[in-house]
T-cell receptor
Framework: KAGVTQTPRYLIKTRGQQVTLSCSPISGHRSVSWYQQTPGQGLQFLFEYFSETQRNKGNFPGRFSGRQFSNSRSEMNVSTLELGDSALYLC???????????FGQGTRLTVV | AQTVTQSQPEMSVQEAETVTLSCTYDTSENNYYLFWYKQPPSRQMILVIRQEAYKQQNATENRFSVNFQKAAKSFSLKISDSQLGDTAMYFCAFMKHELLNSGYALNFGKGTSLLVTP
């Protein structure tokens, strides 16, 4: 069974640009959540989607958005990038039991 | 809001020895889940062990076990017979039970960097 796949693995963007990250969950998993990991703030919850609906959202500005498609694949978008958005973005998918979250290897975003 | 505190930024242990990583949390919830995740240099988060707050028995997974003290809001991880492959960042995390069907979110501590030496 394939794991959670995040693309791209690495990304370099310029301040002010926007970026879209993709997450393909494990087959059969309908819940996808996103986390931002930085050295200063640690791991912070961004949002969670289930069956194309955002069910929960963390404390991030509106520049951070996401969506989930009917095949459970999810994308997150960050507009008007700031230097502080440089981080490892992790995606996790879960089966019916959300306490069994499986993480992808992350997308390393660098904003210059 | 729930806070998770890991007071040991770095720890070191020799191969085959036992090490304990500390975690405390603050919550007004009565029903919740606690987790330990491992993040090796590959950066992929791996679930090590989980504990349901309403279960008094401490969870065990092979060489990994926890000491869950609900009243003290403490959740430590013991790694027995440490192996070189255990070298990683270890994160303690909290999840409210009520969010299971309405949008779960893991609340992580800052992590403990564990180095296993030969």
């Amino acid at each position: 069974k394939a794991g959670v796949t995040q693309t791209p693995r690495y990304l370099i963007k310029t301040r002010g640009q926007q970026v879209t990250l993709s997450c393909s969950p494990i087959s059969g998993h309908r819940s996808v959540s996103w986390y931002q990991q930085t050295p200063g703030q640690g791991l912070q919850f961004l949002f969670e989607y289930f069956s194309e609906t955002q069910r929960n959202k963390g404390n991030f500005p509106g520049r951070f958005s996401g969506r989930q498609f009917s095949n459970s694949r999810s994308e997150m978008n960050v507009s008007t990038l700031e230097l502080g958005d440089s981080a490892l973005y992790l995606c996790a998918s879960s089966p019916r039991d959300p306490t069994e979250a499986f993480f992808g290897q992350g997308t390393r975003l660098t904003v210059v | 809001a729930q806070t998770v505190t890991q007071s040991q930024p770095e720890m070191s242990v020799q191969e085959a020895e036992t090490v304990t990583l500390s975690c405390t949390y603050d919550t007004s919830e009565n029903n919740y889940y606690l987790f330990w995740y491992k993040q090796p240099p590959s950066r992929q988060m791996i679930l090590v062990i989980r504990q349901e707050a309403y279960k008094q028995q401490n969870a065990t997974e092979n060489r990994f076990s926890v000491n869950f003290q609900k009243a003290a809001k403490s959740f430590s991880l013991k790694i027995s017979d440490s192996q070189l492959g255990d070298t990683a960042m270890y994160f303690c995390a909290f999840m409210k039970h009520e969010l299971l069907n309405s949008g779960y979110a893991l609340n992580f501590g800052k992590g403990t960097s564990l180095l296993v030496t030969p």
